[in-house]
């Protein structure tokens, strides 16, 4: 057996594409150790599925590196977050901090939306005052939005705290106040009425980026605006956890973003090793079943070989598609349950394929004179005929693996994807639902699938590499 | 074995295979609540209907309620809703194979019938002009290429050919037809996005038919692209594999010409297990049909699958699943009867 087997890998090696597929594997193993290691256990449910922690993202922004290729310059997220505030005025009884940021704004756009988000604020007797200015590169300056920390509850005791546990977002584009605001810094600066119904559909923030020009459209201003949040402390003990703000972009990071902002290279990511799980425990599972019963089937043959044949015989007559849609559908999106599914109707093929070996091999010298030294049937199933199998088991396991992979991918294109472990298949099937094709999200569709492909191909490559040893006559050709 | 028994032992497994599909089905939508909830579902509507026509007759509510209610355990009954599941089973099976597939619940079909039958006739045959043309074309296409390469072993465009057959066992099909609809309607608009007819339908017997072809001719090209590969691959090797027979080189000692060894001594031979193939290539077809048509947009049997997953249309999720099977079981017995007329020895 060894000797077979080695022979496997060496053959394996000394082929291009086993070489190839063997460094792929390696790649996509480290990868998904790396994610495994790096990423929550509970990543699908609490992470991936929770808008919140994507709200400061650009819904369907295309990749960053997208601006390397075109004249014009689309604005990418910058986000400032900070606990430590720039300045602290300490006063009589108000105490002043600062927090400034420096926005460099370089794109032929506006920001396509500003947010402030607080957090972890405590006072102790009258709420603290947050105001929020920007200072413009012409020099004018604009106070956007002033928010006052709710005031404390009846009954409540000091300190107050606010906003500890979820920290308070404030969508700045899309406020009233800031609106209202900016429209009256229009009217004073540049003597420019627009009404705040207009404004706030046309967005503030082309207004806040820009200047007025003639024909009543607006051209960005391009430069550094300083960002100053003040907040006002009526006490020595009030403090404020921490200060984000948002610039946010129309291209985001790496590989861009969905409709929810979610970061698809976070999600992409995250599909290594469930792909790899999916595939190598189905076709490992698949493989012993369909080997031992093949093996049981050949080598006792009678009624124990007529009714695992007449078994195989059905479920492989099954169509598997529209059995693995239907049964998934009632039983519910359950990644184990796909699986199982993938194993009960895939193991027939290999049993058939291994009987038929197991026929020729049991007429052996090899297993014939066990028998009469008197080996036990099992005995000479597990150490006589299944190791001259083994290689050829191998291999058919390698070219299960992509096709329990491709069907999951198949089954979360078609909305029926354990939604607790986000697959390429269902960030696929979630970019196709929202008209990705229609609207040229590329880099939400593209991706999902190329890499569903480079992770089938792997074993694929692998298989290719170990066909001359499984199938000695193709060799005699070349 | 004579032929005829050998036909009748396939005829029966398959089917078992029918019958094992639809036991499957209906067991596990028994087991798990779902049958009892469908049921529950038409019981409850046929109430409310039955509630509103009477409500026009008895004034008193009370008078009402108690007919109502007496309506409805009528109806329970008649339904066996008063049993468990499994009393029911028999009459399902019985009644889904003499094909009376009951009613939608919310799927409709495009003429406004909600029998199940009727949405289904109506679908069927857009389905199977996908299927088949694409079968066909990507059948041809493996047969000439596989030939070819099987001449040619070793050669650059041999390998060049297997590494493609064996990347397309690796690309999702309906991954491949995304790509083609981003690219050939989205960015250069040859195509249409999906459907089977513009809107409005243009008129005049031709006039359709072109533009039905013109709505199919990305689907089928999708099918074909996701089949002919391992089409051709398989050709190759099983044409390779005759090639070096014993009776190959005893032809060719006898000094007949190539062309006549490859027609009549390889191919002959290596015919059935060519067409074993292309039964193996037809469930693919059918479950390629399923993603294929969801892209697309096409309005056959897979794409009101999908559409009945989503609408939780349980007797159509049903009735579907069984006509799959029945679909693939039927043309797998007319591969069977081709089998025994294409391969001499097993007639024998």
Redesign the interface.
Known sequence: MEERTRNLFKELLSSG?GKVGIAFIIALIIISLGVIIIYPPDFGLKYWSNPVLWADNPRAAPPAWTNLFSSYNQAETVIFETNIPTERIPGVSITKVLYTFNLNHKADEPPSFISMTVGNIKYNNRPPVLIVNIERPDGNKIELYRLIVPGPLPNEVTPFARFSETPFRIQLSGNHEVVSAVSNFLKQEFDVSISNQDLLLSGVDIAVFGTPQDDGKFDVLMGVYKIQVDAFLYNEDDSIGSVKFVAGGSVHGFMGTDTLGRDLSIGLLFGFPVALFIGLVASSITTVIGTSLGIISGYIGGKTDTSIQ?AA??FT???????L???S???GPNLFIIILILIIFSWPGLTILIRSMVLQIRSGQLVESSITLGASRLRIMLRHIFPQTAPFVFAQMIFFT?SAI?AE??LS????GDPSLPTWGQI?EYG?RNGG??V?Y?WW??PP?IL??IT??T???I??GMEPII?P??K??? | MGAARLLAIKGVTLFGVLLVSLLLVIVVLGATGVSDRMMGSIVNEEVRELRQSLAITIRDPIELERVVLAEREQLVEFYGLDNPWYTRLPDMVWRILRLDLGSARTLKSFSGSTRVSDIVLERLPNTVILVTTALAISSVLGLYIGVKLATRVGTTLDRGVSYISAASYALPSWWVGIIFIMILSFQFHIFPFGGITSAPVPSGFLNRTFDIMWHATLPIITLTLASVGSWAYVVRTMVLNTAQEDFVTVARAKGLPENKIMNRHIIRVAAPPIVTNLVLGLTASFGGAILTETVFNWPGMGRLYYDAIFALDENVIVALTFIFTLLYVGARFILEVLYILLDPRVRY
């Open positions: 594409s007449r015989d059905i007559n099954i169509p598997l598609l529209p059995i849609i239907f049964l559908f009632i039983v992509p491709l991918a198949a294109f078609l909305g029926l696929l196709f094709i229609y040229g590329w569709i593209l699938g569903i492909v089938a191909m074993f694929v490559l298989a290719l199938n006559r193709l005699r050709g070349h």
